[in-house]
Every structure is written in structure tokens, then in C-alpha cells.
Nanobody, 122 residues
Framework: QVQLVESGGGLVQPGRSLRLSCAASERIRSINFMVMGWYRQAPGKQRELAATLTSGGTTNYADSVQGRFTISRDNAQNTVYLQMNSLKPEDTAVYYC??????????????WGKGTLVTVSS
């Protein structure tokens, strides 16, 4: 069952903007995730962190997107967003939504979306 669903990807020209959204399904919507965020995987490359945001408001950005991307989340709805400005061809990738927590046995529990494709090209 898909429990994180991304949307907002597409084809854009360099310098333009996109806003990605990720919504948690009803089953997990009430979970207090420690971390929600976005990872990306370009063709032929490993998946890498783009941006994450903790429930306490701490952000973490890849150096390559610092100053251009902004992550935000709606904790009540367990929805996370990624505002991507000044897009570059190097940002072309499948972007995957992530949500994680540590459960009562100190096990890491992770949820992933299936990804949304962002293509930056003229």
C-alpha cells in the first residue's frame, strides 16, 4: 500500500520554479514523524538527500540546493512541501518523499513515496 504520495513534478525551464507536495495516507496521518523530507535520484546516480525537516523545525539541505529550495511541513496533516526555485538542469531527478520515526523498540520506521519526476531543461 502506498502511504506517501508525491505530486507536483514536471518539465520546467532552467531558472523557473516548482513546488512538490507529499501527502500521508489516512492510515499514517496521525503519526508524529520525527523527520519528513525529500530525497532525489538522478539517472545513473545514487539517491541523495535534498532536504529534510524535523518535527521540531530543524532543516537540513544538500549544499547543492541551499538557498534555492525551501522545505516546509504541515504537522497536523502530515504533508510536506518542497519549494524549488532557480532550478538548474542538475536538479533533474526523481524526487522521493520520506517520513521516518523511531518506534518504542528504538527501531527506525521509514515510509517512502514512489517518486515524482522533475526535469529541468530548455
Amino acid at each position: 500500500q502506498v502511504q506517501l504520495v508525491e505530486s507536483g513534478g514536471g518539465l520546467v525551464q532552467p531558472g523557473r520554479s516548482l513546488r512538490l507536495s507529499c501527502a500521508a495516507s489516512e492510515r499514517i496521518r496521525s503519526i508524529n514523524f520525527m523527520v519528513m523530507g525529500w530525497y532525489r535520484q538522478a539517472p545513473g546516480k545514487q539517491r541523495e538527500l535534498a532536504a529534510t525537516l524535523t518535527s521540531g523545525g530543524t532543516t537540513n539541505y544538500a549544499d547543492s540546493v541551499q538557498g534555492r529550495f525551501t522545505i516546509s511541513r504541515d504537522n497536523a496533516q502530515n504533508t510536506v512541501y518542497l519549494q524549488m526555485n532557480s532550478l538548474k538542469p542538475e536538479d533533474t531527478a526523481v524526487y522521493y518523499c520520506y517520513a521516518g520515526l523511531i518506534d518504542y523498540t528504538f527501531r527506525t520506521v521509514e515510509y517512502w513515496g514512489k517518486g515524482t519526476l522533475v526535469t529541468v531543461s530548455s
